[in-house]
């Protein structure tokens, strides 16, 4: 895997002074990128939400729903 250095060379880039200090009024180059900040984890893919708590979910909404049904024939 290949990393690019995050500190611009002055020599190269613009707006910079000879120590890599930024004058007034100029713009600062774009910082590094985050994705160089680790390895890439493949070991724990995510896998979506497992069937208990979707279960679980289900059966309070459904208790809602028969309550509120019986509550609305009982008046």
Do not use: C
């Amino acid at each position: 895997m290949r990393y690019a250095n995050p500190d611009p060379d002055p020599a190269r880039t613009t707006g910079l002074e000879r120590g890599g200090q930024v004058p007034p009024g100029e713009t600062p180059p774009a910082e590094g990128s985050m994705s160089e900040a680790g390895p890439q984890e493949t070991h724990n893919p995510a896998k979506g939400w497992s069937w208990a708590p979707l279960i679980l979910i289900g059966l309070v909404v459904a208790a809602f729903v028969v309550f509120f049904i019986g509550y609305l024939i009982g008046l």
